[in-house]
């Protein structure tokens, strides 16, 4: 019986994906081939990689408005080195809001001088800082949309004059944003785009080619555009899986459709965590994300009688990050409805057996 997975990445698909995607394993475009077993050259994938990175562009509305789409390795954590390789002489700003970004600010600062515009360390990244100025003499300045390991998700983007870079890796796809106010963007597929093994890039061409610097041709962002994202062997099935979630989101009306479900999923469960007398939330309210809700049982007691019901539930992947603890309920793009019903359902359970 299929799980309600609740897992904060490598995350759920629909069904409709894994279905194709594992026909494409067997037989793909009914070639005699398995997606296993062709060239990355070929017509077939070619067309594959081609469609994914139009559709990537159409998708947020960055079309005819000088972005690339790329599709490229080593996750969201190579990123963190790539931006600074590509786009740091001296001075940059980063707005740090947790684990994922404190490596961010690590990894570029072997680059130039970091300068950490404000820091939700204090309370344990439960919040989003706000009112922090960027200094607009920086090369650029960057942040993470949303906190996967705490639940916080920025609601406002400052605005700022030089270049604006963001790790969207968690909620990228999920609800509306004008796009078009940053210059960067990336994420690793696996939050809420595809399976692991490729990592989305999406980037203003304009901001490239102004480091003194000589950058890796790996790592080179121009040289990813100019190579159409196959300066060497891309991950084939990563972003053939990823297209086929892209084309799924499209067909149902892409981000403005799905914001509408996520919205719902997570107003149940935050609603939920809010009413019931045996959970907190651990994230402050006005930060609260979307995609990831993060909350604890009050009575620790309470957690083998309240983990067991969730097993018995066909629950999966809800216990918190091991730095946060707790529990942690991922509500990507693929996640029904449905299953944060039996989610909410054991939540009132387990208060109406205690
Ligand atoms: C998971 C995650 C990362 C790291 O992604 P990898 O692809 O594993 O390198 C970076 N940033 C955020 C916001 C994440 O959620």
């Known amino acids: 019986m299929k799980k309600h997975n609740f897992s904060a990445g490598p995350c759920i698909l629909p069904h409709s994906v ?16 398995s997606i296993l077993e062709i060239s990355h050259r070929s017509k077939d994938f070619v067309s594959v990689i081609e469609e994914a990175r139009a559709l990537v562009l159409e998708l947020l509305g960055l079309k005819n408005k000088g972005y690339q789409a790329l599709f490229l390795h080593g996750g969201a954590s190579t990123q963190f080195l790539s931006v600074a390789y590509n786009l740091l002489e001296k001075k940059a700003a980063y707005l740090n809001t947790g684990t994922w970004s404190s490596k961010a600010i690590k990894e570029a600062n072997l680059f130039g001088e970091i300068v950490e515009v404000a820091s939700s360390k204090d309370k344990h990244f439960s919040y989003i800082p706000k009112n922090y100025s960027v200094d607009n003499s920086s090369d650029y300045f960057h942040c993470t949309s949303n906190n996967t390991i705490y639940g916080t998700q920025m609601k406002e983007f400052p605005s700022v004059e030089i270049p604006m870079v963001c790790d969207m890796s968690s909620d990228i796809f999920s609800r509306q944003l004008d796009f078009s106010n940053f210059d960067l963007i990336y994420a690793g597929a696996q939050k809420n785009m595809g399976p692991a093994g490729t990592t989305l890039v999406v980037v203003k061409k304009a901001i490239l080619g102004k480091v003194s610097r000589e950058i890796p041709s790996l790592l080179d962002y121009q040289i990813q555009i100019e190579k159409e994202s196959m300066f060497n062997t891309p991950a084939v099935y990563a972003v053939y899986v990823s297209l086929l979630n892209l084309r799924w989101l499209h067909s149902l009306g892409g981000i403005k459709e799905i914001e509408e479900v996520n919205e719902k ?34 009575d620790n007691n309470l957690e083998s009688v309240f983990n067991q019901m969730c097993q018995e539930a066909n629950i999966n992947g809800i216990h918190g990050h091991r730095s946060v603890g707790g529990y942690r309920a991922s509500m990507y793009n693929a996640l029904p409805l449905s299953s944060v019903e039996v989610l909410v359902e054991v939540m009132n359970e387990l208060e109406r057996k205690a």
């Open 18 to 33: 894994f279905k194709e995607a594992s026909q494409a394993v067997l037989d793909f475009n009914n070639s005699g081939l």
């Open 265 to 298: 999923k997570a107003q149940l469960l935050y609603s939920e965590i809010d009413i019931n007398p045996l959970f907190k939330g651990f994230a402050a309210k006005e930060d609260r994300s979307m995609m990831n809700a993060t909350f604890n049982l009050k």
